[in-house]
């Protein structure tokens, strides 16, 4: 997918904000889920399958509520840990309020969950577009103003693959510090906007090393806020073994 195209998405994603619910009733979803699918499409050549977060454990992180993740998630990361023969990095807590819940997931093109097409030069890549609080700073808005869109990635790549998987900004991230997750040193890197690939393009990036395997959780816009979700979301982070 091109640079233009993923940011053309951003773009729909934003718009979808400012629609009426009775014009999504009338016929806007399906566009909506296009948009997204495309946002998303690094990730999966087939079909994105619907997860359900669970909701009986809830926190806030700097005004942002995060839930515990459902069965769905976990049974996935266990599929992917099982098709890539390593560990993945799977989530313990996601945002709670995706703007279409059922980006988190791929059923490949053989209309298998984690099928092919799933898993990019070995990668494991899950990711959510959210809707903060007000305050909060997302996707910059289509006229260059803040938006309380989110984006999150959480992935894992082989080191030497990062850049092949779509992954990360290798050539012009920029070292900004250091955070301890799950007993590692991980460094925080800015991506530019507009890089390629665009998967993290504009992204705060938490990222580390452990085992020969690149991990990250990442979100759009550096922010204090977004830098408070990501070790959050990272130090809940369970990796999951191949079996």
Not at 220 to 240: G, M, S
């Amino acid at each position: 997918m091109s640079l233009t195209s993923q940011n053309d998405s951003k773009n729909l994603i934003l718009r979808r904000n400012r629609v009426p619910d009775q014009e999504v009733r009338s016929g806007m979803r399906p566009l909506i889920v296009v948009a997204i699918i495309s946002l998303i499409a690094y990730s999966c050549t087939g079909e994105p399958t619907l997860p359900v977060h669970a909701t009986v454990h809830s926190s806030q992180v700097a005004g942002v509520q995060l839930v515990e993740v459902g069965t769905d998630i976990r049974n996935y990361c266990q599929i992917a840990a099982n098709q890539l023969g390593r560990p993945v990095p799977c989530p313990s807590l996601l945002p709670a309020h995706p703007i279409v819940p059922n980006t988190e997931l791929c059923t490949g093109r053989d209309q298998r969950l984690g099928g092919p097409g799933c898993f990019r030069a070995g990668a494991f890549l899950m990711q959510e577009v959210f809707r903060g609080p007000v305050t909060y700073i997302g996707i910059a808005d289509t006229d260059g103003s803040t938006s309380n869109i989110g984006h999150l990635n959480i992935w894992s790549s082989p080191e030497g693959h990062v850049h092949a998987a779509g992954l990360g900004c290798v050539d012009r991230g920029r070292m900004v510090g250091t955070a301890e997750v799950l007993g590692h040193s991980a460094v925080w890197i800015t991506c530019p906007e507009n890089t390629n690939p665009p998967q993290d393009s504009g992204h705060i990036m938490l990222q580390w090393t452990e085992d020969g395997t690149v991990y990250a959780v990442t979100l759009h816009t550096d922010t204090q806020v977004n830098r408070e979700l990501a070790v959050a979301i990272a130090r809940n982070l369970e990796l999951v073994t191949d079996r």
